[in-house]
Protein backbone atom coordinates (compact mmCIF):
# COMPACT_ATOMS: atom_id res chain seq x y z
CA UNK A 1 0.00 0.00 0.00
CA UNK A 2 2.63 2.45 0.60
CA UNK A 3 4.25 2.40 -2.59
CA UNK A 4 0.79 2.30 -4.54
CA UNK A 5 0.08 5.85 -6.29
CA UNK A 6 -3.10 5.34 -6.85
CA UNK A 7 -5.54 7.26 -4.63
CA UNK A 8 -8.33 4.67 -4.58
CA UNK A 9 -5.73 3.03 -2.17
CA UNK A 10 -5.79 5.03 1.38
CA UNK A 11 -5.22 8.50 1.68
CA UNK A 12 -2.32 10.59 1.50
CA UNK A 13 -1.44 10.46 5.00
CA UNK A 14 -2.16 6.32 5.40
CA UNK A 15 0.76 6.09 2.07
CA UNK A 16 2.59 9.24 3.83
CA UNK A 17 3.00 6.65 7.15
CA UNK A 18 3.48 3.47 5.20
CA UNK A 19 6.54 5.14 3.47
CA UNK A 20 8.14 6.28 6.69
CA UNK A 21 7.13 3.09 8.49
CA UNK A 22 8.80 0.99 5.70
CA UNK A 23 12.00 3.29 5.62
CA UNK A 24 11.52 4.78 2.05
CA UNK A 25 10.58 8.18 3.49
CA UNK A 26 13.32 9.07 6.26
CA UNK A 27 11.51 10.27 9.62
CA UNK A 28 13.23 14.03 8.98
CA UNK A 29 12.14 14.41 5.76
CA UNK A 30 8.41 13.73 6.16
CA UNK A 31 6.17 16.50 4.73
CA UNK A 32 5.63 19.70 6.24
CA UNK A 33 1.72 18.75 6.81
CA UNK A 34 2.41 15.42 8.32
CA UNK A 35 2.90 16.64 11.97
CA UNK A 36 -0.26 18.66 11.57
CA UNK A 37 -2.33 16.25 9.96
CA UNK A 38 -1.41 14.20 13.26
CA UNK A 39 -2.37 16.51 15.19
CA UNK A 40 -5.46 17.22 14.38
CA UNK A 41 -6.96 15.27 11.92
CA UNK A 42 -9.52 16.05 9.63
CA UNK A 43 -13.24 15.30 11.46
CA UNK A 44 -14.20 13.00 8.16
CA UNK A 45 -11.29 11.01 6.22
CA UNK A 46 -10.79 12.29 3.17
CA UNK A 47 -11.60 9.50 0.92
CA UNK A 48 -12.25 9.28 -2.93
CA UNK A 49 -15.66 7.35 -2.07
CA UNK A 50 -16.89 9.57 0.72
CA UNK A 51 -19.64 11.13 -0.83
CA UNK A 52 -20.22 14.56 -1.75
CA UNK A 53 -22.45 16.47 1.38
CA UNK A 54 -25.36 17.58 -0.12
CA UNK A 55 -24.83 21.67 1.02
CA UNK A 56 -26.36 24.36 -0.51
CA UNK A 57 -23.10 27.14 -1.50
CA UNK A 58 -23.86 30.49 -1.12
CA UNK A 59 -22.59 33.29 -3.79
CA UNK A 60 -19.98 35.15 -2.50
CA UNK A 61 -20.03 37.70 -5.23
CA UNK A 62 -18.76 41.48 -3.77
CA UNK A 63 -20.67 44.30 -5.81
CA UNK A 64 -16.86 45.34 -7.22
CA UNK A 65 -16.77 41.73 -8.85
CA UNK A 66 -19.04 42.57 -11.67
CA UNK A 67 -17.05 46.15 -12.02
CA UNK A 68 -13.79 44.19 -12.15
CA UNK A 69 -15.49 41.59 -14.41
CA UNK A 70 -16.30 44.56 -16.95
CA UNK A 71 -12.73 46.48 -16.40
CA UNK A 72 -10.96 42.82 -17.31
CA UNK A 73 -13.43 42.09 -20.02
CA UNK A 74 -12.46 45.17 -21.90
CA UNK A 75 -8.84 45.41 -21.05
CA UNK A 76 -7.13 42.34 -21.16
CA UNK A 77 -3.14 44.09 -21.44
CA UNK A 78 -3.15 46.15 -18.09
CA UNK A 79 0.22 45.38 -17.24
CA UNK A 80 2.12 44.10 -13.97
CA UNK A 81 1.00 44.01 -10.42
CA UNK A 82 4.12 44.52 -8.10
CA UNK A 83 3.39 42.58 -4.88
CA UNK A 84 6.42 45.52 -3.10
CA UNK A 85 4.02 48.12 -4.21
CA UNK A 86 1.52 49.47 -1.75
CA UNK A 87 -0.19 51.74 -4.12
CA UNK A 88 -3.52 51.06 -5.95
CA UNK A 89 -3.01 49.06 -8.61
CA UNK A 90 -4.94 49.88 -11.97
CA UNK A 91 -8.06 47.67 -11.03
CA UNK A 92 -8.64 49.47 -7.84
CA UNK A 93 -8.54 52.83 -9.42
CA UNK A 94 -10.91 51.43 -11.85
CA UNK A 95 -13.43 50.24 -9.23
CA UNK A 96 -12.86 53.73 -7.28
CA UNK A 97 -12.85 55.69 -9.82
CA UNK A 98 -16.20 54.04 -11.31
CA UNK A 99 -18.19 53.99 -8.13
CA UNK A 100 -17.66 57.60 -7.52
CA UNK A 101 -19.12 58.50 -11.44
CA UNK A 102 -21.97 56.08 -10.58
CA UNK A 103 -22.94 57.68 -6.93
CA UNK A 104 -22.58 61.25 -8.85
CA UNK A 105 -25.40 60.33 -11.36
CA UNK A 106 -27.26 58.77 -8.05
CA UNK A 107 -30.56 57.07 -8.85
CA UNK A 108 -30.79 58.32 -12.36
CA UNK A 109 -30.91 55.11 -15.68
CA UNK A 110 -27.86 55.13 -16.75
CA UNK A 111 -26.14 52.68 -18.51
CA UNK A 112 -22.87 50.32 -17.16
CA UNK A 113 -21.02 51.15 -20.42
CA UNK A 114 -21.60 54.88 -20.29
CA UNK A 115 -20.53 55.15 -16.45
CA UNK A 116 -17.53 52.42 -17.77
CA UNK A 117 -16.51 55.22 -20.55
CA UNK A 118 -16.44 57.72 -17.95
CA UNK A 119 -14.18 56.37 -15.66
CA UNK A 120 -11.81 55.27 -18.13
CA UNK A 121 -11.84 58.64 -19.60
CA UNK A 122 -11.05 59.89 -15.87
CA UNK A 123 -7.61 57.12 -15.41
CA UNK A 124 -6.54 57.87 -18.64
CA UNK A 125 -6.78 61.95 -17.90
CA UNK A 126 -5.06 61.12 -14.58
CA UNK A 127 -2.15 58.75 -15.89
CA UNK A 128 -1.35 61.70 -18.85
CA UNK A 129 -1.79 64.35 -16.26
CA UNK A 130 0.60 62.28 -14.17
CA UNK A 131 2.69 61.59 -16.88
CA UNK A 132 3.34 65.33 -17.83
CA UNK A 133 3.87 66.23 -13.88
CA UNK A 134 6.30 63.59 -12.93
CA UNK A 135 8.45 62.48 -16.19
CA UNK A 136 11.16 61.38 -14.04
CA UNK A 137 9.33 57.81 -13.44
CA UNK A 138 10.88 55.38 -16.28
CA UNK A 139 12.61 55.52 -20.08
CA UNK A 140 9.02 54.52 -21.06
CA UNK A 141 7.80 57.49 -20.15
CA UNK A 142 10.64 59.89 -21.06
CA UNK A 143 10.49 58.57 -24.25
CA UNK A 144 6.66 58.64 -24.89
CA UNK A 145 6.85 61.86 -24.08
CA UNK A 146 9.89 62.73 -26.22
CA UNK A 147 7.67 61.46 -29.09
CA UNK A 148 4.34 63.12 -29.00
CA UNK A 149 6.45 66.71 -28.04
CA UNK A 150 7.77 66.16 -31.62
CA UNK A 151 5.09 65.19 -33.61
CA UNK A 152 3.48 68.34 -32.42
CA UNK A 153 6.52 70.17 -33.50
CA UNK A 154 6.38 71.32 -37.01
CA UNK A 155 9.47 70.97 -39.26
CA UNK A 156 11.78 73.83 -39.77
CA UNK A 157 11.90 75.33 -42.96
CA UNK A 158 15.02 76.82 -45.05
CA UNK A 159 17.13 73.95 -44.50
CA UNK A 160 18.37 71.84 -46.98
CA UNK A 161 20.31 68.46 -46.43
CA UNK A 162 23.58 68.97 -48.92
CA UNK A 163 23.77 72.79 -46.53
CA UNK A 164 24.40 70.03 -43.74
CA UNK A 165 27.20 68.17 -45.40
CA UNK A 166 29.25 70.98 -46.77
CA UNK A 167 32.56 72.53 -45.50
Do not use: C
Request: avoid cysteine; aromatic fraction near 10%; glycine fraction near 4%.
Amino acid sequence: MAGSRLEKIGTIFSRTTGLIQSKALNWNDRPIWYDIYAKFPPKDEPRFDRPVANIQLRNIFYPEDKIRAIFHRNNKQIGLVSLENRSPTLTQKFIEIYTKVKEQYGDESVSEEQLYKEAIDIINRDRYNKAVEEPEEGEAVKLSLAFKEAQNKQKPTGISVKDLFQE
